[in-house]
């Protein structure tokens, strides 16, 4: 049974960060996406970053770009999402996700897997 099992989540100031780990049972872990989505109250899911099986390509929603960093190890199959710079409007659900693929999609309909998700709180 395919698991994908979040942590790190939390609560922060602004300016502040948060490490967030995904740790997946999946085989083989490198034929998969991996994207980190988040999910507010009444709100759609949304990506925020994505990285390619080999860890070659990565992607950035526009509104955290240069300031979180996804990465992943393919050795011990896990991913990670390292927030900087931190904002209140950054508050939400942050989602673990896999799609197995070697194409990118932002679409949470096209990811295969996910976690159950852990909470980030940024306060002003």
């Known amino acids: 049974q395919v698991q994908l099992l979040e942590s790190g989540g939390g609560s922060v100031q602004a300016g502040g960060s948060l490490r967030l780990s995904c740790a997946a049972s999946l085989h083989p872990f490198s034929s998969h996406y991996i994207a980190w989505f988040r999910q507010g109250p009444g709100a759609e899911r949304e990506i925020v970053a994505a990285?390619?099986?080999?860890?070659?390509?990565?992607y950035y929603a526009d509104s955290v770009r240069g300031r979180f960093t996804i990465s992943r190890d393919n050795v011990l199959n896990t991913a990670a999402l390292q927030m900087n710079s931190l904002k209140p409007e950054d508050t939400d659900v942050y989602y673990c996700a896999a799609r197995r693929s070697s194409r990118l999609s932002i679409t949470q309909q096209l990811h295969d897997y996910w976690g159950q998700g852990t909470q980030v709180t940024v306060s002003s």
């Open positions: 990285i390619s099986g080999n860890g070659d390509t990565t």
